[in-house]
């Protein structure tokens, strides 16, 4: 398989990952994960530069299989001693593993990578004072945006411009490069005695699709539209999520379709392939090759070619997503869903989930609700979601959803249902698919019948 | 790690273009991890990362770079990009003399656990999965997870500040999954202390094992939490979340500078009920959020928030303290030598009451008795939190009684503090916790009597 690295720099890592992977033993196989990043931070307080912070990192995760036993160890430099350290450590830690017959590096499967490269030069080049002056107007937009607006916890201008390369001695050649920037800003209003946040966020390849009004508009209202919220009594509810929220939902369902939970019996959906898990409305799939996705890639953490993999299609679950080792154990191919760093092993995970268009926009769905609750936001997912049992239960704040309108806002509330019910409990998906910062892509979701905890 | 000399060369780069104050932090990390699941030890991993993060303050401006060229040259680059970053008015001082302390924190790593043979520590981990899966069948699966690092870091600044830190944690996880009728239900323990692999001489890991796999094992009979507010009485050890969550971040002091805490404005005010004092302690001996110094070089200490109901003190790092002319709390730090500092909690915890815990129980007639919770989430401008119960009861009749699938609490952090009504006599320490922050995770250790909050808020999905 041919393949030209992108740029003069992702082959310079290439070659060093490739030189790592040379250095394989006989009955050893030796994979080398290397990357850099440059980047910078801005954030802006009261008018003025917080901080600014710019720097190169960079690092190299070296695995050694021999025998069936995997060893691993990584460093955060790329100079050439601590590769030979790194190296050295991997291989010393082989032999502590207990043999598993399916343990092992990729091998080329003949998949092309489909071709792709947003990469754009002016994230890195832009001059620092343009950085500064965007978090600044930022801030100042937030800051104008209504007259209840007392500050701005901080507004932030970030981008990065990075290169990896992955190189086995199985024969795995794979190298490629991104660039972002993004800016947030988290807005305080206060009235009376209450106070509230709000956060607005914009994303982009290119320094041009920064969309700032957007961001601060999005702070504002969410920091303004909560004055007098409180909790209201405990019943069951119907949820609108927008596209961000509703996003939240997807990532958990996707989260638990990984070969690797399914095979050590960590999914609540590991014997349900081909029955309907979800609403007839969800489709779902996992797609670094849509270059829609600000998480599309050419390749996946072990080498191989990102592809298409369909999760739920019309709400009967189709598959898991699978890396090589998983894959072997499971007896399919790898869906080239190896996601890592340099400080870890490969494992299986979600690269960019899509959940396919319905129909309406969010306010044609809202006006379909007689009583329900619009999230603005979720809070404790990582202590009230279990993803085995498949328990959620989220403190949320909102805004209450009468005769299809949004009307009152509530906090201090919770909602609770388990995964596997809010799933077939979909009874809207909208048309407004929105690509998110993190990759994902999804619309308006509306969910019935969950348990609203209050007053 | 770096020569003093460099040091004070470099310290006068940074300050060279009008700094009005610069620092050196500087880092080497290593780390050890082991992992068994699905009945096989999987992988041992090591890790080593090294740098230097320098930061220049003009104003109200920091510029911050890192490096992982410890060299001179390497640290002088840095120390121009982030004098850059934070261009003053013109040149400032830049002659540094450092004086150099010496860090301690009283008792002294015992075996590090660089020098113990990996075998020892895999043969732990197989010893946990085999106590797991004989406590019953229906103990599915078994994770183990042992962890240790070495942090050595050096701080040194324009104030002539120059101290040093040797740091060594461990850390110790089973998490087992039990398949019964109704589905799968998990059960954790952790355990996890800023010494060496004396640890195990402290805790049996079949023990522990155990207690995960019970966990996981009661759960299987547990019924839909209730939705709605009721008395939640908090286990010993259980539950320092709560204040983590309820008041701790609420009065770290950046986010009170910005107008983003409900504590702000509030210190001398009776913010809780009497009786509860609530202290952040960096000293607290072997305890995972134990500190000799924060990552600025300022020694840990033993800070009262909160004494009998009434609000003492914010919790301060150095440029926090530096505004307002007074001193660090030792309260700066920092996941790595990427980061800048911020304030932070370390080991935070309420001081034991008088009762019995058996009555604070006896005397709820209906309620929920959370032994353990899981991790928690404050929005600190509206002082909402939620934290995750993962080991909890019914109790009826003053007596605990069924156990109840996982779920969220939510309630306010100044009401809530006003509403514990009851603290036994009973304080322990909790399990180990990392604290997220602007993106940022550290190690924090947090500590609880039983006590009684007289109304909380119970996400779960009964009526």
Known sequence: MSFEPPDQESADLLALAQSVAAKANAGEQVEAFVARSSYTTVRAHGGEVESFTSAVSAGIGIRVVSDHRQGFAWAGTLEADAIADALAEARDNAPFAEPDEWVGLAEPDGIVPVPFDAFDPSVASMPASQKIDLALELERMVRDGDSRITGVRVATFSDSSSRFAVATSTGIAGAGRGAWCSMSALALAEDGDETYTGGGSTVGFRPEDLDLAEAADDAVLRATRLFG???????????????RMAATIASLLGSTLTGERVLKGRSPFGDRIGEAIASPMLTLVDDPTDHRSYAADMFDGEGLACRRNQLVVDGVLQGFLYDSASG??????????????????PAVGCQALAVAPGAGSFDSLLADIDTGVYLQTMTGLHSGVNLVSGDISVGIEGLMVRNGQLAEPVREVTIASTLQRMLLDIVAIGADVEWLPGGTGCPTMVIADLSLGGS | MIEQLVLEEVLGVAMRTGGEFAEVFAEDRRNASAVLDDGRVEE?????DRGAGIRVVVGDTTGFAH?????????????EAAAAAARGGGGGTNIVALDRRSASRGYDIETYPGDVPKARKVELLGRANDAARAVGGAISQVSVSYGDNRRHILVANSDGLFVEDDTVRTFFAVSCVATGDAGMQTGRESVGHTIGFEMFDMYDVDQLARNAADRALTKLAARPAPSGQMPVVIGSGGGGVLFHEACGHGLEADLVAKGASVFRGRVGQQVASKGVTVVDDGTMEREWGNIAVDDEGNPAQRNVLIEDGVLTDYMWDHLRARKEGRRSSGNGRRQSYQNLPMVRMTNTYLLAGEEDPESIIASTPKGVYVKHLGGGQVNTATGDFVFGMTEAYLIEDGKITEPLREGNLIGNGPEVLQRIDALGNDFAMGPP????KDGQGVPVGDGVPTLRVSSLTIGGTAA
């Open chain 2, 433 to 436: 916790g990392t604290c997220g």
């Open chain 2, 44 to 48: 041992l991993t090591s890790g080593r």
């Open chain 2, 67 to 79: 490096t992982a060229d410890l060299t001179e040259a390497g640290l002088i680059a840095a120390a």
């Open chain 1, 328 to 345: 072997r154990r499971a007896g399919r191919p790898s869906t080239g869903s190896a996601v890592r760093g340099v400080s870890s092993t």
């Open chain 1, 229 to 243: 919220a409180k909790p209201v009594p405990s019943q069951r509810v119907t949820i609108i999520l927008e596209p």
